[in-house]
């Protein structure tokens, strides 16, 4: 007579597999990481997007102004066709002009951080 006990063949070690989950750990762990990269340098994209297109649209502005033309109307193309978004604009003495624009963050980023904002001033040399 044969007699067979339960579980016979079977490994006598429980930690059978736990390499996988180990790795499924590190995996999800690289992607969590990759991901708040990601986000980091697109808000820092945006940011100097938005630092850029201030700095521009004052510098057309303060020209505009020279000229006769509407100095907001001209910082607000100006932000517009460098990506960004004229939020405020302000004219002082002397022909100097205040602009603040702003700059979305692209994809889910955008609507968890908000835009980013810049501000600049321009004028002639005094």
Do not use: I, K, N, W
Not at 20 to 38: I, M, R
Request: aromatic share 0%; proline share 4%; charged share 10%.
């Amino acid at each position: 007579m044969t007699v067979t006990r339960s579980g016979a063949g079977r490994s006598a070690h429980r930690d059978d597999g736990s390499g996988s989950v180990l790795v499924l750990a590190l995996v999800a762990a690289a992607l969590l990481l990759g991901a708040g990269a990601a986000a980091a340098s697109s808000t820092t994209v945006a940011a100097a997007r938005a630092a850029g297109a201030a700095d521009a649209s004052a510098l057309a502005a303060a020209a505009a102004a020279t000229t006769g033309a509407d100095p907001c109307a001209v910082a607000g193309a100006t932000a517009r066709s460098a990506g960004a978004e004229l939020v405020g604009c302000s004219l002082a003495g002397g022909g100097v002009v205040d602009v603040e624009v702003a700059a979305a963050p692209g994809g889910a980023v955008g609507a968890l951080t908000g835009p980013a904002t810049a501000r600049a001033r321009a004028g002639p040399v005094p």
